[in-house]
């Protein structure tokens, strides 16, 4: 079992065709319709929103990828189509009609999903009208996926791609990972809009759990701004089944290969989302140690990576320790201050829960840089985490209050 070095360009996946049209719902007049195929058939996996505000195509996506199988998978940018009631709902599913009725398949083996605005109603007809050309541009290359990562982009300043090969018994399968993500994004469950394409011949069962785990350890394990969209969606997408004619479960040799490889490309994409945060100057991996339990960890870094006022003292590559070791204190877990140690770019300025000398203009020096580590260690235990998060700017603030103009 092999697997290859990762790369952030796009690699064609054998069983799927992509592309993607300019349908008139970005105001730039970029490609705003994505669209991936599997001619002959795909098994899924998928996780949506936690959010108890649903946009329509999570709602329609979820009763359509019940049986863990689909053949296409038709994503929209500029337009959210969530709050949007009934009007909303049918939208969606005329998108899974029409789109079912070009292709020759049943409406229920499409999955749809959306990316915008909130609470504006979708210009069907504008889906419906580019349909043709959508599925007339279909192609198995690289440069049609970068094409769907390109259409699917809102706020984001660059596309969202990693991937990678793995070898298992002498077969070569692929793992391309699409995603897009900038604002709004937060862990509780994918907080963005991803796709991950691969040729590897997974059991349905073996799908589920793989990438449950491989979301949890990646894209639950990142946030910009602590708010979770209404339109998450992860899909994994396997045609491997209906190419190699047989499967590969949780007990075969090669799966832990395949498993590492799918959680890998969906790391990076988190780390890229991270980074692309609005407005953002430097990505910050927030990492806790010597906590009671792993889940304890994950808590307290969370809370870090979502405090304002870290994210602003590192926008302005300030060493302000206070303002971390304040948001540990409030994420709600059990932990002597006295046993804290933090330290930040590489400088230790806390241990024993008190101050540490250092130079601030050494300080200054490390957090001027485009990735900042964050470390405390609570001294209480073995659990560890690592969250992916972003500096806080005058441009995010920008960015979201001229959002809709």
């Known amino acids: 079992m092999k697997e290859h070095i990762i790369q952030e360009t796009p690699l064609a996946v054998p069983g799927f065709l992509a592309s993607a049209v300019p349908a008139g719902l970005k105001k730039s007049g970029k490609d705003d319709l994505a669209l991936i195929v599997a ?46 009631g009934q009007v909303g709902t049918q939208a969606a599913l005329d998108t899974c009609q029409a789109l079912s009725a070009a292709l020759g398949i049943e409406s229920q083996e499409v999955l749809v999903a959306s990316t915008g605005v909130i609470g504006v109603e979708l210009p069907i007809a504008k889906i419906i009208d580019n349909l043709e050309p959508l599925i007339g541009s279909l192609c198995a290359t690289p440069e049609a996926l ?48 991803c796709c991950v394409l691969t040729d590897a011949p997974l059991s349905k069962g073996a799908m589920a759990h793989l990438f449950a785990d491989a979301i949890d350890e990646s894209l639950n ?63 910050i991996d927030v990492t806790v140690s010597g906590a009671l339990t792993d889940e304890d960890a994950r808590t307290v870094a969370l809370t870090i990576a979502n405090s304002p006022l870290v994210k602003t003292a590192l926008f302005g590559n300030d060493a302000n320790w206070g303002r971390v070791a304040a948001a540990a204190g409030r994420a709600g877990i059990s932990y002597d201050q006295s046993k804290m140690a933090i330290t930040i770019g590489g400088i230790e300025v806390c241990k024993a829960g008190t101050a540490v000398p250092f130079c601030e203009d050494q300080a200054f020096a490390a957090l001027d840089r485009p990735e900042v580590e964050i470390h405390v260690d609570l001294g209480v235990g073995e659990g560890h985490a690592l969250i992916w998060t972003c500096d806080l700017s005058y441009d995010y603030v920008k960015i979201n209050g001229e959002y809709r103009s």
Do not use: W
Not at 247 to 254: A, K, M, R, V, Y
């Open 39 to 84: 001619p002959s058939g795909a098994q899924v996996s998928v996780l949506f929103t936690q959010s108890q505000v649903v946009a329509a195509p999570v709602m329609v996506s979820r009763e359509h990828a019940a049986d863990q199988s689909a053949s296409a998978l038709i994503i929209n940018a500029g337009n959210a189509n969530a709050c949007t």
């Open 146 to 193: 970068q094409q769907v990562a390109n259409a699917i982009m809102t706020t984001d300043l660059v596309p969202k791609i990693a991937a990678m090969t793995v070898t298992v018994d002498n077969t070569i399968y692929t793992v391309t990972g699409i995603a897009k993500g900038s604002g709004m994004v937060a862990p509780n469950m994918a907080t963005v809009i």
């Open 221 to 283: 394990c990142m946030s910009v701004d602590g708010d979770t969209s209404t339109n998450d969606t992860a899909v994994l997408m396997s045609s491997g089944a209906g190419l190699y004619g047989h499967t590969i479960d949780e007990s075969h040799t090669g799966f832990s290969a395949l498993k590492a490889a799918i959680t890998q490309v969906c790391i990076e994409l988190a780390r890229t989302i991270a980074k692309d945060g609005e407005g953002a100057t430097k990505l």
